[in-house]
């Protein structure tokens, strides 16, 4: 494994039945989280959170979104999953403020 790995790669850090992780390092392709972190970015405007929107522009030479690259996006939004089902994306609310 690389010691500084660089562009689209997703690790899984589930334990196997020998308690090694990580048990899948997929490299080179955008995966579910990419799109759920995509939308999350356009329903608080926070263009930085959208990676592929990011390399397509890094790949034609637009201008790239600037601001923060770490905990982009507010700790109050969820992404409720089932395999079956479409993902639906809330934002919570606690003690009638949302919380950022």
């Not at 494994?1 to 020998?18: A, W």
Request: charged share 25%.
């Amino acid at each position: 494994i690389d010691n500084k790995p660089h562009g689209i790669y997703s690790v899984d850090l589930t334990e196997d039945g020998d308690d090694i992780v990580p048990t899948e390092i997929n490299a080179g392709r955008f995966f579910t989280m990419s799109y759920l972190l995509a939308k999350t970015s356009a329903e608080v405007d926070k263009p930085r959170g959208n990676m592929p929107l990011i390399y397509l522009k890094l790949g034609n030479d637009l201008e790239v979104p600037d601001g923060a690259t770490m905990n982009i996006l507010p700790s109050n939004f969820y992404w409720f999953r089932h395999v079956d089902c479409p993902a639906i994306l809330k934002k919570v609310i606690y003690n009638g403020k949302r919380r950022n």
